[in-house]
């Protein structure tokens, strides 16, 4: 089993910035894709970015030029930085582990943009 724990979401105005982070822990292999999906209210989850432990990255278009994801493989723990917020990007955020065989999810985290 692996747990994620996401932080970092809230309430922010249009343009401004936030930063998610997602630390995940138990049976973690080293192999492993993380990142994040979100979900807007009626809407279908949707890709927002992810990265693999060996640093190939893949990221929705409509978050290209303003989210960059990183991560730490020491830590386990996985970073969206959102710049440029729009009202759009409003959803609950969540974080994503997979590896080989497995994909478990975090509970989620709620991003509001608005003013």
């Known amino acids: 089993q692996v747990q994620l724990v996401e932080s970092g979401g809230g309430l922010v105005q249009p ?8 630390a995940a822990s138990g049976s973690v292999f ?21 990265l693999t432990s ?22 386990n723990t ?3 930085q959102m710049n440029s917020l729009k009202p759009e990007d409003t959803a609950v955020y ?6 080989y065989s497995r994909s478990y999810w975090g509970q989620g985290t709620q991003v509001t943009v608005s003013s």
């Open 15 to 22: 343009g401004g910035s936030l930063r998610l982070s997602c």
């Open 30 to 50: 080293s192999g492993n894709t993380m990142g994040w999906y979100r979900q807007a209210p009626g809407k279908e989850r949707e890709l927002v970015a992810t």
């Open 54 to 75: 060996g640093g190939s990255t893949n990221s929705a278009d409509s978050v290209k030029g303003r989210f960059t994801t990183s991560r730490d493989n020491a830590k």
């Open 78 to 80: 996985v970073y969206l």
């Open 94 to 99: 969540y974080c994503n582990y997979r590896d």
